[in-house]
């Protein structure tokens, strides 16, 4: 089984070896960060708030995780890089001309996938490492992929879309399903894995596909027939 980290009661999580993991990490931190920054700049928040948004989009999944399944938050002070290559993205991000974001977000639904399959997969093995039954392995995936989104739009006044507009979080619960029972263990395995969960997300996007959904808002009543008692 490719691992990720290993788990030491005293020291927490060791270093992170750099594989085609660690790449995919950076992709996604990159998107999630800049997805932060843009939120940030279309609510006219000022530079303090761009980098805050920027950074809970890319790392507040993460740290949620961490609190639910015993790994310490103080592990993400770890992840040094990402955080630099964060702060230089959303920095990027924040001069760029206008027309070049637009452009940028044409493609940013490719590159939101590559994150969420990313840190997806990678919640789900730092779960079943420290030996956590499949609910928790489902919740760790699916918190690292779509946590930060979810707080980011609260941040930003805005209704989670990862729960509300297209179907997000059940790609993470897959990727998390699919780890928990055995069934991806390897290298191989693993970058299948991470593409299937890209192409189901591209899917649901060109797609729209949407789950199941009730409201309880009445109908407005129907106009009273011509005639009828007023």
């Not at 997969?121 to 992929?145: C, E, N, R």
């Not at 899917?203 to 009273?224: G, N, Q």
């Amino acid at each position: 089984m490719t691992k990720v980290g290993a788990w030491d009661g005293k020291r927490g999580i060791k270093a992170v070896n750099m594989d085609i993991f660690g790449i995919f990490s950076i992709i996604g931190t990159i998107a999630f960060a800049v997805s932060g920054a843009i939120v940030a700049m279309e609510e006219e928040y000022d530079i303090l708030g761009v980098f805050v948004l920027g950074l809970v989009t890319a790392f507040g999944g993460g740290v949620v995780r961490n609190l639910l399944i015993g790994m310490p938050v103080t592990s993400l002070w770890s992840q040094g890089y990402l955080l630099k290559i964060a702060i230089i993205a959303m920095t990027i991000a924040f001069v760029l001309p206008v027309v070049w974001i637009q452009r940028w977000r044409r493609s940013e639904a490719f590159f939101d996938a590559i994150g969420l399959s990313a840190f997806a997969i990678q919640g789900a093995l730092y779960a079943t490492q420290m030996k956590h039954p499949l609910s928790a392995v489902l919740v760790a995936a699916m918190l690292t992929g779509i946590g930060g989104g979810i707080i980011r739009d609260v941040l930003a006044g805005r209704k989670p879309l990862v729960l509300k507009d297209e179907i997000y979080a059940v790609w993470a619960m897959l990727a998390g399903l699919a780890i928990g029972l055995g069934w991806f263990k390897s290298t191989l395995e693993l970058l299948f894995l991470f593409v299937v969960i890209i192409s189901f997300r591209m899917l649901s996007v060109y797609y729209k596909w949407k789950l199941p959904r009730r409201s309880l808002k009445i109908a407005a009543a129907e106009p009273r027939q011509k005639g009828g008692v007023q």
